[in-house]
């Protein structure tokens, strides 16, 4: 078995040069004999594959045919060929010695089929051959290696359930049992995982180096998993009223049923539960991803506890050593569930800092990392210990917070002028946290952080007003349309009017009731409407203007806007049963139907922009306790 101080990720052999024993074997005027039966292995023709076998029985299944020097049966499960070409071939390879002939990389056909994924050939090989099991290639990456890291789930506990533990090549131990141990975090085999760690709590990956690089890749990948951001608003009410129930289902109380036997009434609460949630599942997209997301969180925060309550055996700097690192890790990626173990674990990891003197608060602001910065609404008063902390720059976390969101966190929020409210929210929530003293520092460049956030987001602020007064020209446009034509059906009543006195000719039709209110009231909501989005465009456009003024006009201008458009609707459809449908009811269908088109329209295309300024200015934010965790934050 080759040996390796170091466990390389993955090997790249795309250029590599070719084989020599390839090279050497094609130089012949036959070669393309041999491309016959590489062309047969990889489409499954077994017929033409035989006629090969029987006229090279010298050759035979140890030709080396492809790039790599493969075998022909490298190349057949490559290709995911049939069952019985993998079994065809395997009935004339006379013993395992022949049957682990490896590539010029060192693979056997197993670690082929863990790549490939090609489930059925790797069951075939294990059954036949175990020993394939404990043979590394080149770079010591045995078959387990290769489906962690090409996410093949199947085939990884396929090869796990008959590995033998006691062999002398144990693929769990090691540094490749460590680089295992990250593939399958990296492909987001949490629960496997977890079991390992579990299963073989002694081996390298229980190390004090090993545990950091664990706990380091969780915490990067755990934020994939974090929280229930993934759905919208019912969709996630759906989630939690619903496929939550599992637990109180189960505790359902049936003592005091007395019509039903209590086994048989539970089981009918089960059975109709189960039901109900398959029925959600398939009418609601995204409740099974999103579920599944949901357990893997779960799983990583067992892996979490179990990796760092090792920690508890390890001495002052080894766990040190590791909390440093991952606290500033897991701070910067937002894995809010990670610092608070870690912290559980080691309390003091909250005063370890970077190599520019950063706090994991400092890291978490930057980096705009809620989940995180929330943690503070969970502690006592010790915080000021570290929330009023210096970096190498003189900056404090209110300095942190006037720099500019990174690109990948600001677009998460829609629309310039948004993204500039947000700025401000976080600015304003990070200021409370820091002493007055703090509030008016300067940093060793002599700026302030109202300074740097002046600075910092200056160009966002001209894209804010540029947005909101387009969107506010657009929406007057349409506000002040819809006023000059309710106004003039007010004064053109359907029907007309009486001569002699004046009264609408129908005014005692309950229609034409339903017709004046609706258009008084379109009248009224327009109007309002059109002076909030006026009211917009001639704005000072400050920068704390962002923060709520102007959010709450635009808010109040598309409410009002939609108000308008729904009762112009109705007005229009009172219009229209008055002079065509009094004695037609069936007229009241297709004018309902073409009712309804301009109002979906409006709350598909508009809904969600009003739902946004709404949530993000008088909602609950991203910034308060999210937990009612009884620990305290140190």
Known sequence: ????????????????????????????TEWHKDMAFYRAALTGEWDAARKFLDRDSDRGVHARLGYYSETPL????????????VYNLLDLIPDDLSLALTDSSGNNPLHVAAAAGNYNAAEILVTRCPNLLHLSNHDNKFPHHFAAEYGHRKILQLLISNTNDKHHTNPFAGEG???LLLSMIESDFFDMALDLVGKYPDLEWM?????GRVLNKIAVKATTFDGDNHLNFWKRFIYWCVLKMDGKSQSFDVENQTSLE????????????????????????????????????????????????????????????????TMLTAAESGSRDVVLEIVETFPLAV????????????????????????????TNMCRYQYANAIDNDGNSILHSAAHLAPFHKLNLVSGAALQMQRELQWFQETSKFVSSYTRGLQNYSGKTSEMIFTEEHRELKIDGETWMKDTANSCSIAAALIVTVVFAAAITVPGGN????????????????????????????????????????????????????????????????????????????????????????????????????PISSFVLLQFPLLWDVISSTYGRGVFGKQSNRTRTFP
């Open 351 to 378: 005063h370890f800092r970077n190599s520019l003197d950063q706090n994991f608060l400092h890291l978490a602001i930057k980096n705009r990392c809620e989940n995180v910065f929330n943690l503070l609404y969970m």
């Open 177 to 179: 049992g460590v680089w």
């Open 74 to 85: 490298h190349v057949a499960v490559a290709a995911g060929n049939s069952e019985n070409f």
């Open 207 to 211: 190390k004090p180096k090993s545990v």
């Open 498 to 597: 009486q001569s002699d006195s004046g009264y609408p000719m129908l005014y005692e039709s309950s229609a034409f009731t339903i017709f004046a209110v609706s258009d008084a009231v379109s009248l009224f909501t327009s109007s309002t409407s059109l002076l909030m989005f006026l009211s917009i465009l001639t704005s000072r456009y400050a920068e704390h203007d962002f923060l709520y003024a102007l959010p709450k006009r635009l808010s109040i201008g598309l409410f009002t806007l939609f108000l308008s458009i729904l009762f112009m609707m109705i007005a229009f459809s009172s219009t229209l049963y008055l002079v065509f449908g009094r004695k037609k009811a069936w007229v009241l269908l297709p004018v309902g139907a073409l009712t309804c088109l």
């Open 262 to 325: 209590p086994s048989r009434w539970r089981e009918l609460v089960l059975i109709l539960h189960s039901t109900l949630c398959q029925v959600i599942k398939y009418l609601v997209p995204g409740i099974n991803r999103f579920h599944e997301k949901k357990l893997m969180h779960e799983q990583i925060v067992e892996l979490v506890k179990c990796l760092c309550k090792h920690m508890e055996s390890l001495d002052y700097n080894d766990a040190a050593a590791i909390c440093s690192e």
């Open 1 to 28: 078995m080759a040996s390796s101080s170091t466990f390389p990720q993955s090997s790249s052999p795309v250029d590599a040069p070719p084989p020599p024993s390839v090279a050497m074997a094609y130089q012949g």
